[in-house]
């Protein structure tokens, strides 16, 4: 009897070992705010994005605020967004939040009518082309 009774716990040690939780989901990779075309950033929309000189690299703010950002519409990002690779989140004066590259808030050009154009490039020496 001991001898079944042995064998019996060998057997349920070793399915325990054999059976694990249900895998848990990963979670969900956070999908990069923009993407590159013809070596440019763009939107989701395809437009051409653009970083200001104004702007301090790695400073969590945008300097262009107002009618700025009425020419220049941020790139603006979901009030939960988190800093993913290469992008962070700025925090704008009127509390929304902006997503910037290597440290740069991006911006659109009020002027681009399409995809593909890269009118702001080199606007008053100080709005340039973003590039990954």
């Known amino acids: 009897m001991r001898h079944v009774a042995s064998l019996a716990?060998?057997?349920?040690?070793?399915?325990?070992?054999?059976t694990t939780a249900p895998a848990s989901k990963p979670p969900m990779a956070q999908a990069s705010p923009a993407t590159v075309l013809n070596g440019k950033l763009v939107g989701p929309?395809?437009?051409?994005l653009y970083v200001f000189d104004r702007d301090a690299a790695g400073s969590g703010?945008?300097?262009?605020?107002?009618?700025?950002?009425?020419?220049?519409?941020?790139?603006?990002?979901?009030?939960?967004?988190q800093p993913i690779g290469h992008w962070s989140v700025v925090t704008r004066d009127d509390g929304g939040k902006q997503w910037a590259y290597q440290g740069k808030p991006l911006y659109y050009w009020a002027k681009d009518s399409k995809p593909g154009d890269a009118t702001?490039?080199?606007?008053g020496n100080v709005w340039h082309t973003?590039?990954?």
């Open 130 to 132: 973003a590039k990954p």
């Open 120 to 123: 702001g490039d080199g606007v």
């Open 9 to 18: 716990l060998v057997a349920a040690v070793a399915l325990s070992a054999c």
């Open 61 to 81: 703010k945008s300097v262009c605020n107002g009618g700025c950002a009425t020419n220049w519409p941020p790139l603006m990002a979901p009030a939960n967004a």
């Open 45 to 48: 929309n395809q437009m051409t």
